[in-house]
């Protein structure tokens, strides 16, 4: 989901003996090009409802999501195009409704999934732009309705995955799926290269809207089961998704 709360889920730390400083688990190992098959790719259509879990149990509609997988063709070369709009109202009295629509737009290699541009806006006015060559990225953002843009050129020790930018449930489906999978995408988040540990921890039938049950695919991003996704290898590929904090949970469910 890429207008959703930002999956910062970083690296589980466990506990050493008393008297000694805390231990970083180790990551496993990047991810390899051939272990990503975006070939799977059809175009599709898809539609979530989105519901937030209070942590006294209290559950309040959030919204919709809809998500658009085209591809297109440019100067005789293929690119995978994934386009996501979510709406979201809130009303607590009259004169505080309000109502707010967010998008995002992706462009990558159909077959790798590396990306080529990300693009991010709101209708506050909020807008993020980045654009993704080899070894950098060229972040070009503006604050508000006729705000400054200013640009960031990040220099990147690797190539990276748009993890964190809308890509995240179609590079997890691309995956081998099997249970005990496990390995870190390189990724920018905030600026910043950055990794993230992603695990395949089960298969399991969940409710999946208008296409009934599904058996899908149990993945998390991150050692601590924050940000779990649902995924199969058939359209619409992510089924559901659940991101958890302090604040509670918000789930996006396939209607």
Do not use: C
């Not at 159909?110 to 993704?132: A, N, Y």
């Not at 999946?208 to 058939?234: E, F, N, P, S």
Request: glycine share 10%; no cysteine.
């Amino acid at each position: 989901m890429g207008s959703a709360p930002a999956l910062l889920i970083g690296l589980a730390v466990a506990v050493g003996m008393p008297g000694a400083s805390p231990a970083i688990e180790p990551s496993p190992p990047l991810v390899k090009p051939h272990q990503i098959d975006g070939s799977i790719f059809q175009p599709y259509d898809n539609a979530w409802s989105i519901t937030m879990r209070g942590p006294d149990g209290t559950i309040s509609d959030a919204g919709m999501s809809s998500d658009h997988v085209r591809f297109i063709q440019i100067d005789g070369k293929a690119y995978l195009t994934r386009l996501e709009t979510t709406a979201s109202a809130t009303v607590h009295t009259l004169e505080a409704a309000e109502a707010g629509v967010s998008t995002t737009f992706n462009v990558s290699d159909p077959k790798s999934l590396r990306p080529i541009l990300g693009e991010e806006r709101s209708s506050d006015g909020d807008r993020k732009r980045q654009t993704f060559f080899a070894g950098r990225v060229l972040i070009n953002t503006t604050s508000g309705s006729g705000g400054t843009e200013r640009t960031q050129e990040v220099t990147l020790p690797r190539a990276v995955y748009d993890l964190r930018g809308g890509m995240a449930g179609l590079l997890l489906a691309a995956l081998p799926l099997r249970k005990g999978f496990t390995t870190t995408f390189p990724n920018l988040d905030g600026g910043k290269y950055d990794e993230r540990v992603v695990e395949v921890v089960g298969h399991e039938w969940i409710a999946a809207g208008h296409l009934g049950r599904r058996k899908a695919w149990v993945v998390d991003i991150g050692r601590l089961g924050r940000v779990r996704y649902w995924v199969i290898k058939t359209a619409p590929y992510v089924l559901k998704v659940r991101i958890s904090s302090e604040e509670g949970e918000t789930i996006w469910d396939t209607i």
